[in-house]
């Protein structure tokens, strides 16, 4: 069957497009808009601004609690979607057999000490789908999970900056996933990683 979106065939059992439109439901999943992202870290970094502006002398200041609450916790909130959303679609892509769930993604994200395993491990295996499909070794998925986590501490001493890096990473992501559907299918016999495997196990 010929896709409406990318006017890809597909076979007439294919659930869903290798650009993320779906043929039961007619409809497509698009990549995480990383724009959204770096509108929120403006905004983190506009507060920043005003309010020791704001704040004059003798003047009370926000709680530091509620700052956070209310403007860095909806960003990172927004970037577990993003990553949400990128492994929905590799998981629903024919042929390619996916070992995250997005449950699995977003979750293993809020374990103490082991998230600073994931956030290499899970672009890793991004890495190893897009290297796949484009049978190329195309994508280094140690470059995601370095920018996550410097935007991870970076956040210690600038919010803004550091949600700014972590929504970059972002965009690298999403312009691989992108490159890699537009690829040529290959057959699932064809699942492996190409290339020479990295001695992190992050190729």
């Known amino acids: 069957m010929e896709c409406p979106n ?7 059992s294919a659930i869903r497009c290798d650009c993320g439109y779906n043929f039961q439901t007619l409809d497509s999943k ?10 929120l870290s403006a905004v983190i970094l506009g507060f920043e601004f005003i309010v020791p502006i704001g704040s004059g002398q003798g003047a009370p200041r926000p709680d530091p609690g509620f700052v956070f609450l209310i403007i860095v916790l909806p960003s990172w909130i927004y970037w577990l979607w993003c990553v949400h959303r990128y492994h929905d679609i590799l998981t629903s892509v024919p ?9 699995q993604a977003v979750g293993r ?3 103490p000490f082991y998230s600073l395993y994931w956030v290499f491990k899970w672009p890793a295996d991004v890495a190893s789908f897009v290297n796949w499909r484009t049978q190329s070794s ?14 991870f501490l970076m956040r210690a001493v600038d919010a803004s900056i550091g949600m700014a890096l ?7 992501i999403s312009r691989q996933i992108r490159n890699a559907l537009a690829a040529p ?4 016999s064809a699942m492996a990683h190409p290339g020479p495997p990295s001695s992190l196990g992050l190729s």
């Open 138 to 151: 195309r994508m280094q998925g140690w470059i995601p999970g370095l920018m996550v986590l410097g935007g």
């Open 6 to 12: 990318c006017r890809l065939t597909s076979p007439e």
């Open 185 to 188: 299918p290959v057959p699932a």
């Open 166 to 172: 972590v929504f970059a990473s972002g965009v690298y």
């Open 109 to 111: 994200h809020l374990i």
């Open 95 to 103: 042929g390619c057999h996916h070992p995250i769930s997005p449950g």
């Open 30 to 39: 698009p990549l995480p808009r990383m724009w959204v992202g770096f509108v």
